[in-house]
């Protein structure tokens, strides 16, 4: 079954505590990205990976970190820095560079501050 | 702010209607537009996609119309069913700066 797969579905941070979100891909994508999203808002954009051992920062990068080691996985760390963790994270790939094309999603990560 | 937003925040519609959630662009160099569908606690679903070449696209039960010179984006579903129900966004390519997403629409349906 091939798809996006995020991981854990709820997450708890404590204070201070850096935190990663697994973020799995068997679709054969070359892109990846990390959206935040809050009740009631549109997705914004954290990190963004077009190849592997390359990304760039997308419009809230700051107190987020990624790696893109593996084609098919895009961790995202949320380190102590980021004062206002609590969200739900989604991750997504297409299929080639450049944002004319689809994204797919997997299902999301809730995390929340203890 | 967003150049992509929604007229309502929620849409209320009776089963076996047809439902329309519209979305209003700002940026006229926008050349792909996108619908997806996020139910509870899930990941949004690709619904439909449209290019700026194009007017109108239909896929099973949803049409998705775009009108360039309003900057102005529909969604259609027909038949509405209970599984329906979900919250609808739209997202634009503003090229450099990628897919922007609007907040969206909560469609509820009623039987």
């Known amino acids: 079954d091939g798809g996006i797969t995020q991981s854990p579905k709820y997450l708890f941070r404590k204070e201070g505590q850096n935190v990663t979100l697994s973020c799995e891909q068997n679709?054969?994508?070359?892109?990846m990205y990390w959206y935040r999203q809050d009740p009631g808002q549109g997705l914004r954009l954290i990190y963004y990976?077009?190849?592997?051992?390359?990304?760039q920062k997308g419009d809230i990068a700051e107190g987020y970190s990624v790696s893109r080691e593996k084609k098919e996985s895009f961790p995202l760390t949320v380190t102590s820095a980021q004062k206002n963790p609590t969200a739900f994270y989604l991750c997504?790939?297409?299929?080639?560079?450049?944002?004319?094309?689809?994204?797919?999603f997997g299902s999301g990560t809730q995390l929340s501050v203890l | 702010g967003e150049s992509v937003g929604l007229h309502l925040p929620t849409l209320s519609v009776q089963e076996g209607d047809n439902s329309i959630i519209n979305c209003a662009y700002s940026?006229?160099?926008?050349?792909?537009f996108i619908w997806y569908k996020q139910e509870s606690g899930k990941g949004p679903q690709f619904i439909i996609d449209i290019r700026s070449n194009m007017d109108k696209r239909q896929g099973q039960r949803v049409t998705v119309l775009l009108n360039k010179t309003v900057k102005h984006l529909s969604l259609q579903i027909a038949a509405t069913q209970p599984g329906d129900s979900a919250v609808y966004f739209c997202?634009?390519?503003?090229?450099?700066?990628?897919?922007?997403f609007g907040k969206g629409t909560h469609l509820i349906i009623q039987p």
């Open positions: 940026n006229s160099a926008s050349d792909y």
């Open positions: 997504a790939s297409s299929s080639r560079t450049g944002w004319s094309e689809k994204l797919f």
């Open positions: 997202a634009e390519n503003m090229g450099a700066d990628g897919l922007t």
């Open positions: 679709l054969n994508h070359d892109a």
């Open positions: 990976s077009q190849i592997v051992n390359d990304f």
